[in-house]
């Protein structure tokens, strides 16, 4: 994935993203300050505790430049603290269970026509090793699965899930809770790791009729979002074992 990394990131490698916001201050253009200028700042921003937003000014700025940020985010609510370092946001990062490396995402979404043919080439392979890497948040979409409509299951969306199948599937869920994505190959008689990740694929290349992970540009489109599902089912687990 493109995007401005705060530290090191190695291919393949694990990343937390953090949005990339704008915003405009005016600053003198002179010493007199008779004349003034524009000034647009690129943030890092993350999401953190009491539902604030921790951002990391990309662009570098003066002392008067870093106090007229603060002064306009206040003046639109106070929406954000700005930390002093990339340090602070990847602290933030890890008390959520994520990743410390950074990812800034571009403020235009890249899209799937946008990749290099080797990104597209690898684009399989990376999801995969990202989604086995998290098998632990991953396997609980499988515990979670709801039906889509009267007609289809959300698990039907993989090849090779029939009725049958589907059936013993969630039999088999209202025993125990799966943990392992060979619990759940052995049940559903697919590659848990594989079946998502060709479908997170499928939904980045913009040619699924619903979407389950990616929240679609089209808001036609049906999105189920089920990736924030799966975090919260996973961290709310984690708090009920005091972990």
């Not at 998290?134 to 299951?153: C, G, K, Q, S, T």
């Not at 594989?194 to 499928?202: H, Q, R, Y």
Request: with cysteine; glycine share 4%; charged share 30%.
């Amino acid at each position: 994935m493109d995007g401005i990394p705060l530290s090191d990131v190695e291919v393949f490698q694990r990343v937390t993203l953090a949005r990339s916001v704008l915003r405009t201050i005016i600053q003198p253009a002179d010493v007199k300050g008779q004349k003034f200028k524009k000034l647009t700042i690129l943030l890092a921003c993350l999401p953190g505790p009491e539902k604030m937003v921790y951002c990391y000014p990309m662009t570098p700025l003066d002392k008067w430049s870093l106090d007229s940020l603060r002064a306009t985010i206040q003046e639109e609510g106070g929406w954000s603290l700005l930390v002093d370092s990339p340090h602070e946001l990847s602290a933030i990062a890890e008390e959520k269970g994520l990743s410390p490396a950074i990812l800034i995402v571009p403020p235009v979404p890249l899209k799937y026509e946008d990749l290099t043919d080797i990104a597209k080439n690898n684009l399989l392979e990376a999801v995969k090793m990202i989604i086995k890497s998290d098998e632990r948040i991953y396997v609980e979409f499988f515990n979670i699965a709801e039906a889509v409509n009267i007609r289809l299951h959300a698990l039907e969306l993989f090849k090779g899930v029939g009725k049958k199948t589907l059936a013993n599937f969630l039999e088999r869920r209202k025993q125990k809770p799966f943990e392992s994505f060979e619990e759940v190959k052995k049940v559903l008689k697919i590659d848990p790791a594989e079946a998502l990740a060709e479908k997170i694929v499928e939904e980045i290349k913009r040619e699924a009729k619903y979407y389950v992970f990616i929240e679609p540009s089209d808001p036609e489109a049906q999105y189920l979002g089920y990736l924030d599902k799966v975090k919260k089912a996973y961290f709310s687990k984690r708090r009920g074992l005091g972990t």
